[in-house]
């Protein structure tokens, strides 16, 4: 879903939830052999991001925790990489 407000998302929501066709900025599908209850979160954009923004869920939270440092491992290799090549 993407949303220019918050009012607008909420509004995509809604109308998704009354049975309406998807509107442009919002895409449907279905997702098979995977849990059902998994949610993910995605933060994109220029600016939205901060230092240390979800610090307290990774320190509560093990998969996050977890998943930081598999992205901090892939980032570390990557980087190598690129400067080898350099």
């Known amino acids: 879903m ?10 995509q929501l809604e109308t998704f ?11 449907v599908g279905e997702v098979t052999g ?11 954009g220029q600016g939205s991001q901060y230092v240390n ?16 440092d598999e992205a901090d491992r892939v980032m570390e290799r990557s980087a190598r990489r690129e400067n080898a090549a350099a």
Do not use: N, W
């Open 2 to 11: 993407v949303g220019s407000s918050s009012a607008h998302i909420a509004e």
């Open 17 to 27: 939830a009354d049975g309406a066709a998807p509107r442009p900025g919002l895409t």
């Open 34 to 44: 995977a849990d059902p209850r998994k949610v993910g979160f995605l933060f994109t």
């Open 53 to 68: 923004m979800l610090r307290d869920l990774r320190d509560i939270e093990p998969i996050v925790a977890e998943t930081y």
